[in-house]
């Protein structure tokens, strides 16, 4: 089986180096490379195959957030993660916008590190601990709860969108729920299609938007 291929950018050597040592021996995942700009990476896009891309908030010339959003239009396979010293509600929110599927502080440690890179290698979203607070107030000043929730969705399916906001797995979900895999998939679809929303990323988003999620 293929590894996963992760690209790295960060002007900061000593994080890119510290980040590397997680890969060693590595069964799943494997650094295909780095940059410490924006113009390396954009070099590299036209020769390297690369499933997710993780990016400092804070890059000379274009921010990470900025990269994000053109590597979204250009190369919409790929999956971008942001990686940042500091967290505030503003590059959270930002971060969400340009497609991000998740947030990774730079002090994270390597277990967290690839529990997060499995998370959004199955296209769900991950973000380190210490974080959920600080994404709930992202969100939570912008918006006021939904009243209608309970008229468009079933109890069940208001569960079912809480846990994907938790970060939980179709398979966690299902033994959370005591259901069947294929019944938290069929929920999902149907959630989609009554909230006019294409992924999970969006899920999470309208979760913390409608005060369904304890995030």
Known sequence: MSKTKVYIVDDHQIVIDGLETYFFGNEEFELVGFANSSKKL???????????????????????????????????SIKTVFLSANIDENSLSDSIEAGGMGYFTKDIDEEDFFIGLNKIKKNESYYSKGIHNTLFGAYSNKTNKNEFVSDVLSQREVEVIKLFADGLSFKEIADELCISTRTV???????????????????????????????
């Open 185 to 215: 998939e069929s929920h999902k679809k149907n959630i989609l299609v009554k909230l006019d929303l294409k992924n999970t990323i969006e899920l999470v988003k309208y979760a913390i938007l409608n005060g369904i999620s304890d995030l």
């Open 42 to 76: 954009f070099e590299d896009l036209g020769e390297l195959k690369i499933d997710v891309l993780i990016l400092d908030i804070n890059l000379p010339n274009l921010s990470g957030i900025q990269i994000a959003r053109i590597v979204k239009q250009k190369y919409n």
